[in-house]
């Protein structure tokens, strides 16, 4: 479509965006959505509370990397096409959560590399261990990781500190939501949080790696973690994370808030299980 | 912990059609629009069958075992199976996958055959206990 205005002619390259154009409205709904479901058991068989499914708030607003539509995107499309010069190289200086190559360009633009992981290894003369990280944030010469992962271990340990000139390589994609958290804040949810205010880090309720779960040609996946209480709390919210450190937070997709919050006394077990549908 | 699940039939999703309720006994959960999906079970045919891949973290394990509130009610109440002396960790892994993991994929009814990735006396209780 052609448009004339004060005599100077300007063609419309997206004639259908009128039409098209779309208010935000509250919470975000999509074709990628997730329920979660609690339980608390007592020493019996049968749970004591249940929760039953109930939908998610998928966390959506445009507000930095720790959005859900950043992150799958990312995980689910981006290739070798990210790649770039100091993709791979050796590093200048490392620390419990940064990785430096002081000759490095890397890209900073946007959400620069936060999500994506960084594979380090021993230096050139051999020396230092084999440890991955996952980006939060960088510089064009520095990334800032949440901790250094042991690849041997399936809870997501935390590694040894890589050799100050280990060498490193920054993968495509992302790192899996594959964290469970917990909180007693009482706060509706919303479309704009990035963390879960006053997230539980003790008495049994710390985030942890759930158990993940497909059936080959089932539209779901699901992630269960049983959590044993060793003290009191009521809980109030949960949420999905993409990496280990609640002080680094990570990508957190997903969040739910309790509609009859649960209270644990210790010796109980908390079931929190989420099924994410993709369509 | 890697387990494999054959299983002949899985459960998925599918909505509630128009003017249904959900009948007493239907595991429902909301959609993205608000509107109600139910449980279904997708039998296979012909003898097909699909599988559950399943990453169990060692800690959860440990965490389980750990409470002994759990596995004493847990091995008060699971069914004998002759010739079986469960150890604490198969009392919990069992009672893990079949009550908190697999409801949401597919009944031990219609599973065939579990694999445990280098736990074979894990394999050999879980298929005594479960096929």
Known sequence: MNTQSNAVRKIDLYPDIPRNVRRRAGLARSRVFSCFRTQVDRGGVTPVFDSGHRHNLTTDTASGYTNRRDWQSKAMGMGPSFAFATA???ATATSATSLTNSGAAFPTAGQGLAGQIVAVGPNSSGTGSTVYGVIVSNTATVLTVDQWYN??????????????????????GQNPAAWLALTSNATAP????TTLTSELTTSGFARAVGTYAHTAAATTYTL???FTASGTATINKEAVFGAANPTAGGVMPFTSAEPNPP??????????VVTVTIN | MRICIHTSAYFDWE???????????????PDMNGDMLRRVLIEL????TTYTDINVPEDQLTELTGNQITILGLRASMPRVEGVEPTDEQIALAWFLSQKVMPGHSPPSAWTLIE????PDMQTFLNAYFI
Not at chain 1, 159 to 170: E, L, R, S, W
Not at chain 1, 264 to 272: I, K, R
Not at chain 2, 15 to 29: A, C, L, Q, Y
Request: charged letters at 15%; glycine letters at 16%; hydrophobic letters at 25%.
């Open chain 1, 88 to 90: 791979t190289g050796a």
């Open chain 1, 263 to 272: 209270t644990l006394v210790s010796g109980d077990t908390l079931t929190q």
């Open chain 1, 224 to 226: 269960t973690k049983v």
């Open chain 2, 15 to 29: 909505p509630i059609p128009e003017g249904e309720s959900p009948e007493p006994g239907d595991v429902t959960k």
């Open chain 2, 116 to 119: 445990v990735d280098g736990n």
């Open chain 2, 45 to 48: 045919e012909g003898g097909e």
């Open chain 1, 190 to 193: 919303a479309a704009t949080d």
């Open chain 1, 151 to 172: 690849p041997a271990s399936a809870t997501g340990a935390a590694g040894t500190t890589p050799n100050a000139t280990g060498n490193y390589q920054i993968l495509p």
